[in-house]
């Protein structure tokens, strides 16, 4: 039976996709909804990401340390550590897993709302392809965005660990910074934002998708805001993998 609702929610889940990814009827009126989109969603997350990159960083640095204390492992190493556990998940995965829920119960209550109050209706009734309209902004404004969140996440949390090494005795500045620039990987980099650019879209799509079909009231929009923060966490994480798997194989 749970693979049969499973089965059925992806195949409406595939149509609600057409709908949204249809040419916009306006490109004036879509363009100005999606720089509003990108303020509310993008802009709007740039607080929440610098504070958890920042703590993050330290905590991945002083865990370093604390961890690799063996005469035979050089200093510098920690540096390395936290540079390849940024780049390699915390900015990407662990970033997108927070954003999932800030940013997919943002979407799934707002569309959820509308829905409830027969806003969307409304839309329908006047000929406007409500999921192109209302969703489309929220895709495109989130996933151009978000490598920028990103690289913020990957700035934010080097410096968190360069705070340490100033603030505290457990390594030196210049041996952290040497750290991060040792045996540096492009593709690392690269690697990072394009798993971003896939998480954004999910989590777009994905609350966007829950908050569509919601029916009856302001609890079920809560609900419907749970299960697409939920959906997407687990979608992430299984993508990541896959994405692991063909990326750095």
Sequence with gaps: MLLINSISQFGRYCMFMKRVFAVPDRWRVFLQRMLGEVTKLGVDSIPLVVIVSLFIGAVITIQMQLNISSPLIPAYSVG???RDIVLLEFSNSILCLILAGKVGSNIASEIGTMRVTEQIDALDIMGV???NFLVLPKVVAFVLFMPVLVLLCMGTAFLGGLAVAY????????KYIYGLQAFFVEWYVW????KSLVFAYI???VASFFG????GGALE???ASTNAVVSSSILILLFDVILTKLLLQ
Excluded: C, E, P
């Excluded at 603030?167 to 210049?174: E, F, G, Q, Y």
């Excluded at 569509?212 to 029916?215: D, F, Q, R």
């Design 80 to 82: 390395l550590a936290t």
């Design 212 to 215: 569509y079909y919601v029916k």
């Design 167 to 174: 603030v505290t005795d457990l390594i030196s500045v210049t």
């Design 191 to 194: 690697y990072a934002l394009i």
């Design 129 to 131: 392809n409500s999921s």
């Design 221 to 223: 929009v809560g609900k």
């Design 203 to 205: 989590i777009a799509t």
